[in-house]
């Protein structure tokens, strides 16, 4: 029978790994996918010869994953049992950051008595940074538990040939999620000529050649490696300097990528000190400080060491996430120094472990709520789109490389094509994108534009230029991007000007403010407005239509800018009668109703005048 001490250190670790799957299912989503992630909808929804081939079309263009295929490829079976919901998507990375957390304990068990170790799997629980990346339908999170393991087996290794297996198929699976684990391969080496460094047997000192065979499986991937770095070639990345990846890589461990900069400074610099102590005076057990001390320095800053010197020849760091494999070093270290503190002088350790909680708490407050970290709002988009789409439609989507995303939320509401026109040698198509353009506003009645950019694609906003000289803009609505800007814009080729023996049903109805109502028309779930100003007005008007049944109790209301909120009254000439056409939703249970229509200062919502009674409507 196991002793109580262990029956309460594993409860506890269960507790821990109940906490860390709460806290990333928590919201999981609540926001919309972002770019990146509709990526990995592109290779969770293609069959698997197109994944293990790291290709993605764009337009007609094949291009090259950035990214190596593991993740996608384990993405892309679970996806088949799961389906690609948000919460479905991202719950694969979910479970991998889970599954990072017993991890953190058994390698810092290393090192640490089991209240330690357990401190350690707790800072990696509550990491906002881990949050962040297990609410994610991208490789980081699974990166990390490979990367980690691979640590932990290479700590074994030596010991147990299973754990030699483990080491290498870990340590390749690292490789073949995120090209950057290469970074990690010297300080395996490192630490393995540390724990060999009193071996008297060639077999024994032989293992600090271990590093190599995952080494090795990376020659299947270096054609693709030159594929994606000259698609990159100059896009990105730019050159930083170490002081700058530093602090990045601080705040980001410490609390995360959701918190002010010049909030997170003092979280950081407590976050730091403890580090700092745990090196210089590590609570360890069985006399290991040297090789702690070592080891942890070595897990941090070979590989940061290896990114900058090669950044010196191309750039390589991007952002704090592709070196999130470098983290659980930071946490060990953290937890060695709340150790030591709290055997030297305790009431200092509480305050610190508290100013470290509550930067925790904040970062995580900021993740889940608040929308300045938030996603991009892609769901708003596509619910404006979808209520306010009707036949003879026709979208432009800018840029190409955002149509998975828009087909994710959008479907096929409408006729689509991406512009502008992409190259195989980069170069721009104006002449093609301006008759696409044209032909759109000839054989359609209104053409959206919905604007996602990429500084790639469409840097000079050309499409944009394109449509406003061809056409008029009618409407245009912004919503929140915190990566993207996102603009949805309505053209016509020229305003809906009539004549009255244009209107189906006539009619000529004063409002105040120089409006007349000269006539409106009815045909399925379509109603047309003519509009017509006495004078020019300095403000646009809005309209309110509605559907009420014959006791008077509403059955539907649309209220809107006549033509939209860029073609509105202040923009039209005196004498001009303007058609202003509504989509209806046909109400139920069948009935009688009447159609009600009211126009009003856009501004305060004043009424114009009287509620006026158009007619009777039959829904059978």
Same mark, same amino acid.
């Given at each position: 029978?196991?002793?109580?001490?262990?029956?309460?250190?594993?409860?506890?670790?269960?507790?821990?790994?109940?906490?860390?799957?709460?806290?990333?299912?928590?919201?999981?989503?609540?926001?919309?996918?972002?770019?990146?992630?509709?990526?990995?909808?592109?290779?969770?929804?293609?069959?698997?010869?197109?994944?293990?081939?790291?290709?993605?079309?764009?337009?007609?263009?094949?291009?090259?994953?950035?990214?190596?295929?593991?993740?996608?490829?384990?993405?892309?079976?679970?996806?088949?049992?799961?389906?690609?919901?948000?919460?479905?998507?991202?719950?694969?990375?979910?479970?991998?950051?889970?599954?990072?957390?017993?991890?953190?304990?058994?390698?810092?068990?290393?090192?640490?008595?089991?209240?330690?170790?357990?401190?350690?799997?707790?800072?990696?629980?509550?990491?906002?940074?881990?949050?962040?990346?297990?609410?994610?339908?991208?490789?980081?999170?699974?990166?990390?538990?490979?990367?980690?393991?691979?640590?932990?087996?290479?700590?074994?290794?030596?010991?147990?040939?299973?754990?030699?297996?483990?080491?290498?198929?870990?340590?390749?699976?690292?490789?073949?999620?995120?090209?950057?684990?290469?970074?990690?391969?010297?300080?395996?080496?490192?630490?393995?000529?540390?724990?060999?460094?009193?071996?008297?047997?060639?077999?024994?000192?032989?293992?600090?050649?271990?590093?190599?065979?995952?080494?090795?499986?990376?020659?299947?991937?270096? +054609?693709?490696?030159?594929?994606?770095?000259?698609?990159?070639?100059?896009?990105?990345?730019?050159?930083?300097?170490?002081?700058?990846?530093?602090?990045?890589?601080?705040?980001?461990?410490?609390?995360?990528?959701?918190?002010?900069?010049?909030?997170?400074?003092?979280?950081?610099?407590?976050?730091?000190?403890?580090?700092?102590?745990?090196?210089?005076?590590?609570?360890?057990?069985?006399?290991?400080?040297?090789?702690?001390?070592?080891?942890?320095?070595?897990?941090?800053?070979?590989?940061?060491?290896?990114?900058?010197?090669?950044?010196?020849?191309?750039?390589?760091?991007?952002?704090?996430?592709?070196?999130?494999?470098?983290?659980?070093?930071?946490?060990?270290?953290?937890?060695?120094?709340?150790?030591?503190?709290?055997?030297?002088?305790?009431?200092?350790?509480?305050?610190?472990?508290?100013?470290?909680?509550?930067?925790?708490?904040?970062?995580?407050?900021?993740?889940?709520?608040?929308?300045?970290?938030?996603?991009?709002?892609?769901?708003?988009?596509?619910?404006?789109?979808?209520?306010?789409?009707?036949?003879?439609?026709?979208?432009?989507?800018?840029?190409?490389?955002?149509?998975?995303?828009?087909?994710?939320?959008?479907?096929?509401?409408?006729?689509?094509?991406?512009?502008?026109?992409?190259?195989?040698?980069?170069?721009?198509?104006?002449?093609?994108?301006?008759?696409?353009?044209?032909?759109?506003?000839?054989?359609?009645?209104?053409?959206?534009?919905?604007?996602?950019?990429?500084?790639?694609?469409?840097?000079?906003?050309?499409?944009?230029?394109?449509?406003?000289?061809?056409?008029?803009?009618?409407?245009?609505?912004?919503?929140?991007?915190?990566?993207?800007?996102?603009?949805?814009?309505?053209?016509?080729?020229?305003?809906?000007?009539?004549? +009255?023996?244009?209107?189906?049903?006539?009619?000529?109805?004063?409002?105040?403010?120089?409006?007349?109502?000269?006539?409106?028309?009815?045909?399925?779930?379509?109603?047309?407005?003519?509009?017509?100003?006495?004078?020019?007005?300095?403000?646009?008007?809005?309209?309110?239509?509605?559907?009420?049944?014959?006791?008077?109790?509403?059955?539907?209301?649309?209220?809107?800018?006549?033509?939209?909120?860029?073609?509105?009254?202040?923009?039209?000439?005196?004498?001009?009668?303007?058609?202003?056409?509504?989509?209806?939703?046909?109400?139920?249970? +069948?009935?009688?109703?009447?159609?009600?229509?009211?126009?009003?200062?856009?501004?305060?919502?004043?009424?114009?005048?009287?509620?006026?009674?158009?007619?009777?409507?039959?829904?059978?």
């Amino acid at each position: 029978m196991k002793s109580s001490p262990f029956r309460v250190q594993r409860l506890a670790l269960y507790g821990i790994v109940l906490l860390a799957f709460a806290l990333r299912v928590y919201r999981l989503d609540a926001q919309a996918l972002w770019w990146d992630e509709s990526l990995s909808v592109y290779r969770a929804t293609r069959d698997l010869a197109t994944v293990f081939a790291n290709t993605i079309r764009i337009q007609n263009i094949l291009t090259v994953d950035t990214l190596p295929q593991l993740y996608f490829v384990l993405l892309n079976l679970f996806a088949r049992a799961a389906g690609i919901s948000e919460f479905a998507l991202r719950f694969f990375s979910v479970v991998a950051n889970v599954a990072t957390t017993p991890l953190l304990f058994v390698l810092a068990r290393r090192w640490f008595a089991p209240s330690m170790a357990l401190l350690a799997a707790s800072l990696g629980t509550l990491a906002p940074l881990y949050v962040w990346y297990a609410q994610e339908a991208r490789p980081y999170a699974l990166v990390l538990f490979w990367s980690t393991l691979a640590v932990y087996a290479l700590a074994r290794a030596c010991a147990s040939r299973l754990w030699l297996g483990v080491y290498v198929v870990s340590g390749i699976a690292a490789l073949y999620t995120h090209y950057y684990s290469i970074f990690l391969l010297p300080f395996h080496f490192v630490v393995l000529v540390w724990w060999q460094k009193n071996s008297k047997r060639w077999s024994e000192r032989a293992y600090v050649l271990l590093p190599l065979v995952p080494l090795a499986a990376t020659i299947f991937l270096l +054609p693709q490696i030159r594929a994606s770095a000259a698609g990159n070639a100059g896009t990105g990345p730019y050159f930083v300097p170490l002081e700058i990846i530093l602090r990045d890589l601080l705040n980001s461990f410490s609390v995360g990528i959701t918190i002010d900069l010049t909030s997170a400074w003092w979280f950081d610099g407590v976050w730091f000190g403890l580090w700092l102590i745990g090196i210089a005076l590590p609570n360890v057990m069985n006399n290991r400080r040297a090789e702690f001390r070592l080891f942890d320095l070595a897990y941090l800053f070979v590989p940061i060491a290896c990114v900058q010197i090669l950044s010196y020849f191309r750039p390589l760091y991007q952002n704090s996430r592709y070196l999130i494999a470098l983290s659980p070093a930071f946490y060990l270290g953290v937890a060695a120094g709340i150790g030591a503190l709290m055997q030297r002088w305790k009431p200092a350790a509480l305050a610190a472990l508290s100013v470290c909680l509550i930067g925790t708490g904040m970062s995580l407050n900021n993740l889940y709520f608040d929308p300045r970290w938030g996603k991009d709002d892609h769901r708003a988009w596509a619910a404006s789109l979808r209520e306010r789409a009707r036949p003879g439609d026709f979208l432009i989507l800018d840029s190409p490389h955002t149509e998975e995303l828009y087909r994710y939320y959008a479907g096929d509401m409408m006729p689509m094509t991406t512009l502008p026109i992409l190259r195989a040698d980069g170069k721009s198509s104006p002449e093609i994108d301006l008759q696409i353009v044209r032909e759109a506003y000839r054989q359609n009645v209104r053409v959206w534009f919905l604007a996602m950019h990429t500084p790639f694609d469409d840097p000079e906003n050309r499409i944009d230029k394109i449509l406003n000289q061809e056409g008029v803009l009618l409407d245009q609505a912004e919503f929140a991007g915190t990566s993207t800007q996102i603009l949805l814009s309505q053209f016509m080729h020229a305003l809906p000007i009539v004549e +009255p023996s244009d209107i189906q049903h006539p009619l000529d109805i004063a409002f105040a403010g120089h409006l007349r109502l000269r006539g409106y028309a009815l045909a399925s779930g379509i109603v047309k407005l003519y509009w017509q100003l006495a004078e020019p007005v300095g403000e646009d008007y809005a309209v309110s239509l509605r559907l009420v049944d014959l006791a008077g109790k509403s059955a539907g209301q649309w209220d809107a800018v006549p033509l939209g909120n860029r073609a509105g009254s202040s923009t039209w000439r005196a004498g001009q009668i303007i058609e202003e056409t509504r989509a209806v939703v046909v109400p139920r249970p +069948p009935g009688i109703y009447r159609l009600q229509v009211v126009p009003y200062h856009a501004a305060t919502g004043f009424a114009l005048g009287e509620v006026i009674t158009l007619g009777e409507i039959s829904i059978p």
